[in-house]
């Protein structure tokens, strides 16, 4: 299916191309006169629309060209009013692939255009696609906007009868087919943009016969053409680093290259401002520019020519820039400042380039000579000034070099002076601040020397006195083990006694006993407690105080505990020690004789003696025997 209608195109373009093509051009007729009318040729910017739009100009027509692009339509009004003399012809801008532009565009155009006579539909499309309104774009291109400009301009159209309709429709209507539930929308299919160009002609003749009905009798009449063989816009199409479609036998395609050309330009024999002839050679670095205005000029230029013609067109300009520069500079500016002679060759030969649509990337002077030896000459002259020059500095440079080393050597000295004093000066910061650091560690290691020895002391003080509380611990520990002994034998004496006299007499003994171990023990505790304080006295006075604390503790604890007995254990311990020292003075005394009275005895005396023995005790111990209760049942039995 699809390849028989890619034939029933072909074959159609084949027929219409002979019978409307190939004929002979009708003869020329007179050209109406339109003054005073107003047409309006929608795509008028170019093709088919700015033909029509030309003649109407031609036969003084008012001509609105409602065309979409604003810079073709602008132009295309400009060249119409310059080939035609009319100055009536304007541009109004009118997007037919959108309904609102269409109904903004008939809004203005009643506004500011009091008359319509002729309305001529041309503008149309033949690319697929979908509008913003959602048809398929060659169709409401094509016939909806149209359709719709149509009936918005129909009043003014019979307020300014007779006026006349013209729709361009095309022989493809003949390949239409309309269906209704598919109207406007895209089709599919491979030949379907052809499919829906020949639909939107279809639309057009149905369009134009059907208002030309109505219109009966309005003198508003409606007509539809074929425009005969012709291949739309003749606008040219540029395409730079991409593609585009070209048909065979039909598109005309040229090329043009947009490398960058190398070109040497050489200008020879050509007087200065000065009359010295100069031969110059520049290199220039050009390109066509892909700007699309600019391209299109170059194209228009350089069409159908091959890179040696651009290069010829190109070197022409630059060699006749650079000639006229030549006249106008000294042999000295254009040979010390090559650089600025360049530049001054680029900026006034670059806007007749730049007409052209090419583009100087550089401009550089490659060569300049003479052959009258006037460059030689100057360089002479220069040679010998510098030479001359050279000897005067060689002079003044061996007289500065002299006082500049006089000056240097007395620079040296001072110099050397301040850096010798600024050296003393640092070695003594040096050494006094090498001073103020020895003492300071010298400080800070007494300091920790102390505090070391101070720490240790410290520490010995307190292994000490943890050794001493360990030997109050023992010494507690022992005197409990004795006492808990002294229990136990007091025990077995009470039940091993039968008569209450001998075993009180044999508990007391024992209790005596008992008492005097203690004593001894605690005695001998206490001097190795009195040594052992004696010994850590250098290292802890406070070990010391705990100590005798302790031991005045344990004493106090003692004598609370064993009350009486306690004090009778201290009174029998210190009877021998005051016995000693009674008996001292009798130490040496061989013999002792007692007298007694005449009423006396010697059992008076002797009792007598023993009475005075408890105030003795008293005064020497403050120990009251009295009131022990030994003592006291000893006085009764006495009694």
Known sequence: MGWALLAVGLLLALYTLLRHGLRLAPRPRARPELRGRTAIVTGGSSGIGAATALELARCGARVILATRSARRGEAAASRIRRETGNNEVLFMHLDLASLRSVRAFASTFLRQEPQLHLLINNAGVSAGGTTEDGFSLPFQVNHLGHFLLTQLLLERLRSCAPSRVVIVASSAHCAGRLRPERLGRPPSGLFSAFQDYCDSKLANVLHARELATREQGTQVTCYAVHPGGCCGSDEKQYVYGGW????????????????????????????????????????????IMTEKELLAVACEQFLGKNVQDVKNVVLQTLEGHLRSILGT????????????????????????????????????????????????????????????????GVAEAERDAGIREAECKKEMLNIKFMADTKIADSKRAFELQKAAFTEEVNMKTAEAQLAYELQSAREQQKIRQEEIEIEVVERKKQIEVEEKEVLRMEKELTASVKQPAEAEAYRIQQIAEGEKVKQILLAQAEAEKIRKIGEAEAFVIEAVGMAEAEGLKLKAEALQKYGEAAQLALVLDALPEIAAKVSAPLSKVDEIVILSGEKGSTMSDVNRLL??????????????????????KATEAKE
């Not at 190398?262 to 401002?273: F, G």
């Open 244 to 287: 585009a479609w070209a048909w065979w036998c039909i598109t005309d395609t040229q090329r043009v290259s947009l490398e960058v050309l190398t070109i040497l330009c050489r200008c020879e024999n050509v007087e200065t401002s000065e009359g010295v002839p100069l031969y110059v050679t520049g290199v220039a670095q050009v390109k």
């Open 329 to 392: 500079l000294t042999v000295e500016q254009i040979y010390q400042d090559r650089d600025q002679f360049a530049k001054l060759v680029r900026e006034v030969a670059a806007p007749d380039v730049g007409r052209m649509g090419i583009e100087i990337l550089s401009f550089t002077i490659k060569d300049v000579y003479d052959k009258v030896d006037y460059l030689s000459s100057l360089g002479k002259t220069q040679i010998a000034a510098v030479q001359r020059d050279a000897d005067i």
């Open 611 to 632: 009475a005075e023995i408890p105030n003795s005790v008293r005064a020497i111990t403050g120990v009251d025997l009295t009131k022990l209760p030994l003592f006291q």
